[in-house]
């Protein structure tokens, strides 16, 4: 759609140096950003490429990444969720269960760590998880490229991509990363009403101004979230830190190994929640109601409990209804559409 949306530009000399080195036709793109978003270090670290773009956008639906060419990214970041999964934890090769919801993935361009305890620290590093995890891709590292140099148009699109006659795993995590880096939602209502484009109804403005008081701490910001980790007190009962390090109930701590990180998560966007249920680490709420009664009176003390979620914290019957229309301003449908 035709609106004021400032686009990005990117560096073009450093594109046609890069490529013509490996005589590749230069082939950048524009990503197109909201101009009221933050700058985003990661588009400009790594400069969008149409041929790679392409090539990580096949790579992600492609079951061929997984052992028994049965599962693709895809499979679990659906397009029409918001690349996120309605199952609260998703089936990998064989059916074998993981231990957490799958994420939406957009606005990745403006994420330093990823998954639920910020595990990965790039998105190049991010998908190695999944394609050898034997309980979601299951694929043997040392065998993938070869598979794929096995399939028909492969050997000619990595070729377009990065200019060598060879398909290694950093292309390959490269090209799905630079797809990734492609989805960007900002087209909502509450977007729209930021550019002035509409204006909103008394009651979602009433929400805003509820949502400003009780949510923003964390979900703050275009993004609805901080990318911190916080605990919002779902549970009280976690594994000791030291006991099985790989415990992904420690939440930040499997990573941070600090003691004050136990039962912390990484702050989700609050972006598209009509097509990312179930909600939580887990999945254990299935829908915004549930959310927001945990909100008012689900939430359980424990030692790392956030500060602004302690017992002085209270929503009424009035605010959780206005803050249910407020997020509901937060769904971009053509993102989801033009993903599909
Ligand atoms: C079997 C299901 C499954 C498959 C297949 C899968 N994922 Fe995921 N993905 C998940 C789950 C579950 C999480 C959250 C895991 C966690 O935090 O421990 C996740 C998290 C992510 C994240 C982190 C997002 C964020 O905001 O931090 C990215 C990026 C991602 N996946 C990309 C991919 C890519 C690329 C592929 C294909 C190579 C892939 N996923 C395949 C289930 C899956
Ligand atoms: C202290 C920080 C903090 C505050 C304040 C907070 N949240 Fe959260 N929120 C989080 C964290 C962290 C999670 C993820 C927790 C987890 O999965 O273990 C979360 C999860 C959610 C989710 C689930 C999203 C998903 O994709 O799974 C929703 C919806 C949500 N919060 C809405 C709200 C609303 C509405 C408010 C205000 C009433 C609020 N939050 C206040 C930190 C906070």
Known sequence: MQKKIGILLLSWVLIACDTNKNNVEPSP???????YFPYPQALKDNIPNKNQIDLGKKLFFD??????DAVSCASCHKPSKSFSDQSPVSLGVNQLAGVRNA???????????FFWDGGAKSLELQSLGPITAHNEMNMD???????LKALPDYNALFYKAFGKDTIITQYITTALAQFERTLVSGDSKYDQYLIKQLVLSNEELQGEKVFKQKCQQCHSGVLFTDLQY???????????????MDDPKL???????SQNDIGKYKTPTLRNLSFTAPYMHDGRLATIDEVLDHYQNGIISSATLSPFLQASFSITEE????????LQTLNDTTFVRNNQ
């Not at 793109?29 to 101009?35: A, D, M, R």
């Not at 994420?103 to 760590?113: E, G, S």
């Not at 605010?319 to 407020?326: V, Y």
Request: no cysteine.
């Open 63 to 68: 079951p061929a990444l997984s052992s028994n």
């Open 103 to 113: 994420m939406p993935l957009f606005n990745l361009a403006w994420q330093t760590d």
């Open 29 to 35: 793109i524009l990503v197109e950003v909201p101009s």
């Open 251 to 257: 939440g930040r701590a499997r990573i941070s190994l």
């Open 319 to 326: 605010e959780k209804a206005s803050i249910k229309l407020f």
């Open 141 to 147: 590292l040392a065998k993938l490229p070869a598979k």
């Open 230 to 244: 916080h605990n919002n007190g779902l549970d009280n009962q976690f594994p000791d830190l030291d006991g099985n």
